[in-house]
């Protein structure tokens, strides 16, 4: 009975008493059989509620989980991956058709009688008719797709929800989806990038990480995040540690962190809003929009030098890292050395310098050292050389 009396007391204190065995301790007579019932049933009972408590915290775990990686926002990134690796299975296999065509011409030559013409045997007109072929073929696929000589222009000036008709200058191929269907904010260029993986492109990692940079806002909160780093923007910096790979100055460490940053946030979350802190000439033309490209292809300022390089990737995508070194080593803002690109607004909080921010939002306030352009000639095609040269002093 004290015992009992006793485990009473404990329970209103809140405590709770180890369970005896078998055995009273203090008088070490044995138990009687429903004392011996009841402490089964203790054991029992504790042993069922242990496990609904495990299995509850297992349940809050997985609501937990689902709530942080299967938002709205998540889903509607894995289908935008999805739609892109479709994309991406339909030019791999219009590329196989073609190198079968070619493989296919190549045995019906060889079965031609051979010419006794003399030239027919130089070795240097084989090879310029054999480059001629790879070069027409690479031409005839989607990643390459021939491109008139005003193609280009064209396709800059036309505006992509303009619903247009095919001409002789260009291909069908290269019209984007028409407004009718899809807004002009919600057509995001198709992209061969694989954010699932980590293997994907270097230039861009933040991708990799969906769950990090969704919920990041849609401007940064203050300039210095891509200057010195920031532990409240994921998105931020990411680029910021990008960027800390490439000897540039501070103007074009912020102007160029600045453009990533809202551009990316686009890419993540479409909408008039984020579309529309795009400056113009970061915002796609049609050329980018039937032609699968890595997404650090849209970064560049220049519309025809984008185009140029979603049209010649194929000739420099083993050499990516040295050409988006050297191009960080050339791309300029034309802003004096000396000149602040900060300054204090009315609370005493650094921000952007008004001059400096419309000069990196226009097309004109970027330019290209003549070091790039002698050694890139083919990414300048089509572009006035005169007004996007820069000389440095």
Request: with cysteine; glycine share 4%.
């Amino acid at each position: 009975m004290d015992l009992a009396l006793e485990r009473k007391r404990a329970r209103n204190r809140g405590e709770l008493l180890p369970i005896p065995p078998f055995h009273d301790v203090k008088t070490s007579n044995p138990m009687s059989s429903n004392e011996k019932k009841r402490l089964r049933d203790r054991r029992s009972q504790q042993t069922l509620r242990d496990k609904k408590l495990r299995h509850a915290a297992q349940l809050e775990e997985q609501v937990a989980h689902c709530k942080q990686h299967h938002n709205d926002q998540g889903v509607q990134r894995l289908l935008q991956v999805i739609n892109g690796l479709r994309k991406q299975n339909e030019v791999l296999l219009t590329r196989q058709k073609g190198l079968k065509s070619l493989i296919n011409s190549w045995e019906t030559e060889l079965d031609q009688p051979v010419a006794t013409d003399a030239s027919s045997h130089d070795l240097s007109s084989l090879y310029k008719q054999l480059s001629n072929r790879e070069a027409q073929f690479s031409l005839q696929t989607n990643f390459n797709e021939s491109m008139p000589e005003h193609g280009i222009s064209n396709l800059l000036n036309a505006p992509i929800s303009a619903k247009r008709t095919p001409s002789r200058a260009q291909s069908p191929s290269m019209e984007p989806l028409s407004a009718e269907t899809t807004p002009v904010w919600n057509q995001i260029p198709p992209h061969s990038d694989d954010f699932s993986s980590t293997r994907t492109l270097v230039s861009c990692p933040w991708f990799v990480y969906p769950e990090l940079i969704i919920p990041c806002p849609n401007t940064p909160n203050s300039p210095l995040d891509f200057l010195y780093g920031t532990k409240t923007n994921p998105l931020a910096d990411m680029i910021f540690r990008t960027l800390q790979r490439r000897p540039i100055r501070d103007p074009e460490r912020l102007s160029t962190g600045w453009l990533t940053y809202h551009f990316s946030r686009w890419i993540i979350a479409p909408s008039p809003e984020t579309y529309g802190r795009l400056p113009v000439f970061l915002r796609p033309v049609q050329g980018q929009m039937t032609v699968p490209h890595p997404l650090v292809l849209d970064f560049m300022p220049w519309p025809k030098m984008r185009l140029n390089l979603i049209r010649r990737w194929h000739l420099y995508y083993k050499d990516k890292d040295d050409l988006f070194g050297f191009m960080a080593c050339c791309v300029k803002i034309r802003w004096a050395w000396n000149e602040p690109i900060l300054e204090r607004n009315e609370r005493n909080e650094l921000c952007i310098k008004k001059a400096f921010y419309e000069m990196f939002m226009s097309e004109s306030g970027w330019g290209l050292t003549p070091e790039f352009i002698r050694r890139y000639p083919d990414l300048v095609e089509g572009m006035d050389i005169d007004r996007i040269v820069i000389e440095l002093l």
